[in-house]
């Protein structure tokens, strides 16, 4: 009966973090910067309500760096075109 108790007990030992939702100050820097690139109000409203469902914190923090004209390293790079594809396609249907 012991051996029931020490899997499950493994198993959560071994599931990943969960990663923190972005800030609602990287929100905030994020519609600013948005919003000083496009001028599209609701197209900027759109995409930083998006972002807070689908991405975290640590994430947040490079799109806003992109926004502002940096890369994201290589290894965010496909997260980073996905989480375009995905921002696009609910805040800009017909893109």
């Given at each position: ?53 689908l ?5 947040m ?35």
């Amino acid at each position: 009966m012991g051996r029931w108790i020490v899997v499950p007990a493994l198993m959560l030992m071994a599931a990943p973090a969960v990663a923190a939702a972005p800030t609602a100050e990287q929100k905030a820097e994020f519609y600013k910067v948005c919003v000083g690139i496009s001028s599209n109000v609701a197209l900027c409203t759109c995409k930083a309500d998006a972002a807070m469902d689908l991405i975290d914190e640590r994430f947040m923090g490079i799109v806003i760096a992109s926004m502002k004209g940096g890369s994201p390293a290589g290894g965010d790079y496909a997260a980073y075109n996905a989480y375009v594809a995905k921002s696009n396609q609910i805040c800009k249907p017909n893109y």
